[in-house]
């Protein structure tokens, strides 16, 4: 049986330990932090084939210039004295232009509506229940202003075939009968789901070990070479042979590319969730807050905000006043009563592993053959995993890929 090894247990790594073990691989997963530690468990659970614009767009930095004013705003660039950061930030300035959201559209496109359908196909295969639905999300705009911003977005989502409606505030509060909603109106994108991303990973990993995937809790610090092809990993004076490698630490991949001899370009972008009963704001539909980037879902009789970007490298410490801004957006949107801010150990952090172009990196590892990367999804690593595992096995095992991966080359 050929042996694969996949380094990084987050949803990437673990959807592709997934495909490789049905593919008839020995699959190890090797991190030393299996469990919330990553970015994976405590996210927003959105499954969002809508979001075709890369986080490099117009318009995002000259608003992401005035959230730096306002701690509690969701967006900050924590500057440090690394050469790494400023390069991120120079290729993500060129990014940020019309052109490149023409470009990249089509190839978010594609990749996001295959991961919403084996999102779906694995709800109804696995064994297990992971709270997927499949009710929608909402562009919730509580201005005039926010709203025409987002009926834009609708039009270059219509233009790519992707269905989108436009809705005043009385269409919205038909989606929502149980809570009143005080926003100007949103656009629903009918094709989007949502899962709980926690208990997805739990029943995964007990479905991966009655598959007979192995885990280690292995900080990987060096790959053992022969040509150009791997022949193992490393962790200390520990090593593990392997016909096939997969990269997918998250926001940690940076160090794992400088190992394999390569620069990914990656910064960690910082976010905080917290999870409510039900109760404090009964929606129905999952909503993204425009103008206070917080995210909203529905989990069974829970709800979980998240929000906020700080481009913060691997620093994960918690911000309360952040937490206390993701708190205090719900109330502007709907009519339910103040939320208190959670307690700091009540506070899910992720390092979302954003690429300066706002692309995954998949594919093959420069100068390897059998060296594959799959990180970099920013804030889309949950929606496009399972695509990425697809992508992921085809490029080790040689079968046909659903998708053209060029527009993903980690060498880009
Ligand atoms: C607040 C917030 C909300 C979000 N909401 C959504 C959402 O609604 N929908 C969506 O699609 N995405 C969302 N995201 C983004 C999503 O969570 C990430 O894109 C995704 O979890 C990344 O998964 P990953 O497997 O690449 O990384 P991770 O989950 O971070 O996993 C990487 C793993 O690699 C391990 N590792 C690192 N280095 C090594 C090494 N040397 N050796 C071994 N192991 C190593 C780490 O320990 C870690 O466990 C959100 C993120 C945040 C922060």
Request: proline fraction near 9%; glycine fraction near 14%.
């Amino acid at each position: 049986m050929p042996r694969a090894v996949v380094v990084g247990g987050g949803v990437v790594g673990s959807t592709a330990a997934l495909e490789l073990a049905e593919a008839g691989w020995q699959v190890t997963v090797c991190d030393p932090d299996l469990g919330p530690g990553g970015c994976s468990h405590g996210n927003a659970g959105m499954v969002v084939p809508s979001h075709i614009v890369p986080l490099a767009a117009p318009g995002v930095v000259g608003q992401g210039l005035k959230w730096m004013l306002d701690p509690r705003s969701p967006f900050r660039l924590k500057p440090r004295l690394d050469p790494g950061l400023w390069r991120w930030t120079a290729r993500f300035l060129r990014s940020a232009t019309r052109g490149h959201v023409e470009r990249s559209a089509p190839a978010l496109r594609e990749i996001g509506l295959l991961s919403r359908r084996l999102w779906a196909e694995r709800a109804a295969g696995l064994p297990f229940a992971f709270g997927f639905e499949e009710r929608g999300l909402l562009m919730l705009a509580r201005t005039a202003h926010g709203l025409a911003e987002e009926e834009e977005g609708a039009r270059l989502a219509e233009r790519h075939g992707l269905e989108a409606r436009v809705l005043d505030r009385a269409g919205v509060q038909a989606l929502e009968p149980e809570v009143e909603v005080r926003a100007a109106g949103g656009v629903f994108y009918p094709g989007d789901a949502h899962l709980d991303p926690g208990g997805f990973l739990r029943g995964l990993w007990g479905h991966l070990e009655g598959l007979g995937v192995v885990s280690l809790p292995w900080r990987i610090d060096g790959f053992e070479r022969r040509g150009g092809r791997a022949v193992g990993v490393r962790a200390g004076a520990e090593s593990l042979p392997a016909d096939a490698v997969v990269v997918a630490g998250g926001a940690w991949s940076p160090a794992l590319g400088r190992l394999l001899g390569f620069e990914l370009l990656l910064e960690g972008g910082k976010g905080y969730s917290f999870t409510l009963r039900r109760e404090a704001l009964p929606v129905r539909v999952p909503a993204l807050l425009v103008e206070r980037r917080v995210a909203v879902t529905p989990l069974g009789g829970r709800v979980r905000l998240a929000g906020t970007l700080e481009l913060a490298g691997t620093d994960r410490t918690i911000d309360p006043r952040r937490v206390a801004g993701i708190a205090a957006a719900p109330p502007e949107f709907y009519g339910v009563p103040e939320i208190a801010p959670p307690a700091t150990d009540d506070v899910w952090v992720g390092l979302r592993p954003c690429t300066p172009d706002g692309l995954p990196s998949i594919g093959l590892a420069p100068g390897w053959e059998n060296v594959v990367v799959a990180t970099g999804h920013g804030p889309m690593g949950l929606s496009l995993a399972p695509a990425t595992a697809k992508l992921v096995t085809g490029l080790i095992t040689g079968t046909p890929l659903p998708i053209d991966p060029a527009p993903f080359r980690p060498d880009r």
